[in-house]
């Protein structure tokens, strides 16, 4: 008997499975669109068979079994490069793989390949972003804040140069790693990100997308102890995911000011203010050195109100100094509020060219809100609902907005 609900788990398995999975089928087959294709079939088949037999009790295992088969069907068929026969026929040697590089990590070597110097810096991060993290297009265009059909050429034009110049899939070496781990830290970043607010249908938040990618900030750190920024960045996903428990509650948002710090994990907490602290020993600040360091205010403040607001407008006026970027003044114009009003601050976020991202339209709502330019504000919320995927946020700017005095 069809079991209607096994469709949605098949979907969701799959999206937890995605990263390792393709990992997996570039490891072994060292083609990214064999890959993909050979991937995206196992989901199929999955689609069709699990609805009638359930869920086998090694989804991964089925998953990696069953697009494994494919691609060897693929290459078999294809006929095109040579010797891909005999090298389809090891794909059932049970016997463990060569050493690919520095450590044993598929997903962390496929980061890498992806962010191979050759690429443009933000193509390397898209690619990854798809690969690994499984993000759509869509997604991943609304992060860059690009149309999608632009995102999509990227992607496809990282791919073919990927092939085209027989980049390897493997963790570089050590003289290799600082070309390349700064794209490898922001694509951690953006991971988490869309796991930590995700744009994904019914699900507010994706733990599979932030736990995965505070594994692999870990596995960096361990690989590079003495990047003071792979060890900002680690303290920035744990300081942040230490609120996650508390950031939504019954499927509505719940912001940092609203939330029950007694829910806030103390044991990542913990961790991450240890390692913000060896990075402030060093002084040699970074981008998301700074970042953690904004959030180990936050997380120290024993309420909202104890919060050292001083403290969050100087850091991002250190951040400034390093990353002029838009996001940034916007970040820094919300501290500014609490220090010295919502005014001074509204005309700082009115200069910023942020019309398409949805956390302007937000900034700017709640501003207008608290200078009681209530019909203003109002638009600012029917903006922001327009470029809002998340669920739970969602739910939180509709409150907010009908709470509105006319």
């Keep these: 008997m069809t079991d209607p609900d096994t469709g949605t788990a098949v979907e969701r398995i ?5 990263g390792r999975l393709i990992a997996s089928l570039v490891r072994r087959f060292g083609d990214i669109d064999v890959a993909e294709e050979a991937a ?3 989901l199929l088949v999955a689609l069709e068979k699990w609805p009638e037999t359930g869920v086998p009790p090694n989804p991964g295992g089925w998953l990696t079994t069953t697009a494994v088969r494919r691609a060897i069907d693929r290459l078999r068929r294809e006929k095109v490069r040579e010797g891909k026969h005999e090298a389809a026929a090891m794909i059932h040697d049970d016997s463990p793989h060569e050493p690919t590089g520095v450590i044993a990590d598929d997903r962390l070597r496929l980061v890498f390949t992806c962010c191979h110097p050759a690429l443009a810096p933000e193509t390397r991060i898209a690619l990854t972003l798809r690969l690994l993290g499984g993000l759509t297009v869509a997604e991943i265009a609304a992060a860059f804040l690009v149309q999608e059909t632009t995102m999509a050429q990227r992607i496809t034009r990282a791919k073919s140069k990927i092939k085209g110049a027989n980049i390897p899939y493997r963790v570089p070496g050590p003289e290799d790693l600082p070309a390349r781990v700064g794209a490898v ?6 991971i988490f990100n869309e796991g930590y607010l995700s744009a994904a249908d019914g ?3 994706r733990t599979e ?3 995965e990618a505070i594994r692999l900030a870990r596995t960096l750190h361990e690989l590079m102890p003495e990047d003071l920024e792979a060890t900002g960045l680690l303290a920035l996903l744990l300081l942040t995911e230490s609120r996650r428990a508390a950031r939504v509650r019954e499927g509505v948002l719940v912001p940092l000011d609203e939330q029950d710090r007694g829910g806030w994990d103390r044991t990542l907490i913990a961790e991450g203010h240890g390692l913000v602290r060896q990075c402030l020993a060093a002084n040699r600040p970074g981008r998301y050195q700074i970042l953690a360091a904004v959030n180990a205010v936050h997380t120290d403040a024993p309420t909202a109100a104890a919060t050292d607001w001083s403290q969050v407008v100087a850091l991002y006026d250190q951040l400034a100094r ?3 970027s838009p996001i940034v003044a916007l970040n820094r114009a919300v ?3 609490e220090l010295d009003g919502p005014e001074v601050a509204l005309a700082i976020v009115e200069r910023l060219p942020l019309e398409g991202y949805h956390a302007w339209h937000v ?3 709640e501003l207008l809100r608290r200078l009681g330019r209530s019909a203003e504000s109002r638009e600012a919320y029917d903006a922001a609902l327009g470029v809002c995927d998340n669920t739970a946020e969602r739910a939180y700017l509709t409150r907010r907005r009908g709470e509105l005095v006319s």
Excluded: H, K, N
């Excluded at 799959?14 to 995605?18: A, D």
């Excluded at 830290?185 to 953006?190: F, G, K, Q, S, Y």
């Design 14 to 18: 799959f999206r937890e499975e995605y």
């Design 40 to 42: 995206g079939e196992a």
């Design 185 to 190: 830290l922001a694509v951690l970043l953006l």
């Design 203 to 205: 699900e507010p938040v």
């Design 209 to 211: 997308l932030t736990g």
């Design 322 to 324: 390093i990353d002029s």
């Design 335 to 337: 501290a500014v509020a």
């Design 363 to 365: 900034t700017r709502a």
